[in-house]
């Protein structure tokens, strides 16, 4: 059994492999052939009375691939106020800002376990590529000016995803904090070779784009419906980014996972701020991801369609398979190049087991 480090996983990861990755996975779901399981929020109360503990998990499992993944958050989450206002803060486990979050591997030929992967880095690729997965099918192919909204760990990866399946060529950046996008644009015009230019006003962005990306950790909508043009193709992670004039403004509107419900458990002692992180918006009726991927449903049909892939909604963002996909690639990559720490399979073996007889 294999262990990795961040720092190994980040040296595996392939944007465009994990593209790759999806498109199949995606194919898979929607054909019935891998299973997925929506996300679990188990809350318990702490001996600080604003303060609740949150086990968080969600699976998946794909058969071509021979592997189920179950990504696990242990987390606390914090009630804060200032006068009528409240909201919610993770914290995390160490003092140095690092939480509890990883993956389990498992083979389905033999259920053993084959590999505990660290999150964050996946987490991230998972996110961005299935943005550019979405942008593949319902971007103008030509499409090479972008506006990027948010300037933070997400958003980076969100223009090099893109990169990958549309000729970008010119990035429009926004965020709140002038000095972070500043220096956000200068590093991303350095590394990615790209002219990356940071905006005073959000509008600004937007002008003259083919494709928007949004990423933040905005809890109200960044971009307004007026703004919107024909031929342009919009992506959003988060719920609070956009609102219902969006989605009713756009011709095309294709969701992660229209019926991903959400299961929150823990009793009426949870403060109703942290059942409410997810979107208010209503995503059921609108095609999934996986169907225009598969082909069932189409996507962009026209250069004049205004799109929009919300990885949001009801079920809030994730899917299990999107973990089994990408970390049976990074468990692949880094057993060819020697990396982790190899652990006996017998400490994760129970003892034998019989038939239960009286």
Known sequence: MLILNH?????VLDMRASIKALEKAYCDMASGD????P????FIGTRNPDTFYLLKSMEGGIPQLGVMALRINSERWRLSSQ???RWVEKLPTNDDGRYTEFILLFSIENGGLLAILPDGHIQRFRVSATTALAAKYLACPDARNLALYGSGWQAETQIKALCEVLP??????YSPTPDHRRNFAQRLSH???LQVEAV???KAAMEACDIVAIATNSERPVIQHEWLRKGLHLSAIRGPEIDNYILRSCDL???????????FVGGGKIPKEMCTKISNLKTLGFPQLSDVVAGIHPGRTSSDQITLFFQGGEGGVGLGIQFAAIGKLVYEEARRQGLGEEVPTEWFLDIERHPYQE
């Open 7 to 11: 720092r190994e996983v980040d040296t």
């Open 34 to 37: 891998a299973i997925n399981r």
């Open 39 to 42: 996300r679990t929020h188990t």
């Open 83 to 85: 006068g009528d206002y």
């Open 168 to 173: 970008i060529e010119n990035v429009k950046v």
């Open 191 to 193: 590394n990615l070779n």
């Open 200 to 202: 005073e006003e959000p």
């Open 253 to 263: 509107v294709v969701v992660h996972h229209s019926v991903q419900a959400m299961d």
